[in-house]
């Protein structure tokens, strides 16, 4: 790990061996004018390439609109026009962004770097619709088609969104305190071997045990349901956060403790200013990862004992053999769990923005 005064030193000097060569201010340049300058020259070819790259989503969209709309449905296959204006409100989108592309750098390579990737995933859409409302491949109930869990969506939609609140109010409580005494437990071993010593062994031990197993002990102990989920969840996000945490305070340089204490750190100054910030991209990986856990362990929590969330709500749904609305509330936990990770992404770039590289 490089101290963050040692990444910056690095900095300048670059950016002054840059000045010096090319007369050129880096400060003063955007990061798509430094992305233009570090780039090889395109050919005429390449650049026509990456127009069309720019577009792909909209094209995509549009075959799956018209596979929608003018294939012929299978049987008695019926269809609204809800997944139609899915496609047509995303179609929009992509189209009004590829437009401003060409006149804002930064748009264009956002959307330069994720359009083969939406591509793919409407041409996904399209294969799936085929094969579940076109040909009967996949058959109902089992697949229903995009349109049809839209739909189920929209009518479900009251009684979703209270599984939703309490589904987030569950999983943040329990991520909240996982965290706070992952992060207490992780530094504190990292940093004293006195701790370690008596923390250690229940690290090994609770550690290789996942959370869920422990949902009978937890609900026969808790005072209530939502406090027995809690604990589950908090526990898996416990061992997660600790031992990236212990990781990163182990990883640190010796020798930045002593440099430290030659110029008269205290104890606390060592841990808040050298520890913990040397340790963050480690804690930051541990976060992430404690929130796949908590997700896992907020489903198993659910569909165990609480009496209302989204994993109760796909439990249900599923013993009634709607998998229309089961499939819907699968897509809105998955919805939830990227935002939330973009969430801590957007964080830890914003934290750790000294890492992303030499120049910003």
């Known amino acids: 790990i490089i101290p963050k005064i040692e990444v910056w030193k690095i900095k300048e000097g670059i950016r002054t061996l840059l000045e010096t060569l090319t007369n050129i201010d880096i400060k003063s340049l955007t990061k798509e004018q430094l992305r233009e300058i570090e780039q090889k020259p395109k050919s005429k070819f390449s650049k026509i390439l990456d127009k069309v790259i720019l577009f792909l989503p909209v094209f995509s969209i549009i075959l799956a609109l018209l596979e929608y709309y003018y294939v012929p449905n299978y049987g008695n296959n019926l269809i609204t026009d809800v997944y139609g204006i899915f496609l047509g409100a995303q179609l929009i989108i992509f189209l009004v962004l590829g437009i401003l592309s060409f006149f804002i750098k930064r748009v264009y390579y956002r959307i330069r770097h994720i359009a083969p990737f939406a591509t793919f995933v409407y041409i996904l859409l399209l294969l799936y619709d085929y094969a579940t409302l076109k040909s009967n491949t996949l058959l109902l109930p089992y697949f229903p088609w995009v349109d049809n869990i839209l739909n189920a969506m929209l009518t479900d939609q009251a009684y979703l969104l209270d599984c939703i609140k309490n589904s987030l109010k569950l999983l943040f409580t329990g991520y909240f305190w996982g965290v706070l005494i992952g992060l207490i437990t992780g530094i504190a071993c990292g940093y004293s ?10 690290m090994k031990l609770l550690g290789a045990i996942p959370s869920i197993t422990w949902i009978p002990v937890i609900m026969v102990f808790a005072s209530s349901l939502f406090k027995g989920a809690v604990i589950v969840i908090a526990l898996g996000v416990w061992f997660s956060v600790t031992m990236s945490s212990y990781t990163g305070i182990k990883n640190i340089d010796v020798s930045y403790y002593e440099a430290a204490k030659t110029l008269g750190a205290s104890e606390r100054q060592l841990i808040l200013n ?15 990862m404690g929130m796949s856990t908590a997700c896992v362990s907020l489903l198993a929590a659910e569909m165990i004992g609480v009496e209302s969330g989204l994993g109760w709500y796909i439990t249900w749904q599923r013993g009634w053999a709607k998998f229309s609305n089961m499939y819907g509330a699968i897509i809105i936990i998955c919805i939830i769990f990227v935002v939330v990770n973009f969430a801590l992404g957007y964080i830890r770039k914003k934290v750790l923005k000294w890492q992303e590289g030499v120049i910003q």
């Open 193 to 202: 071997k006195i701790v370690s010593y008596w923390i250690s062994p229940f």
């Open 274 to 288: 050298i520890a913990i910030p040397s340790a963050l991209p480690h804690i930051f990986q541990g976060l992430v």
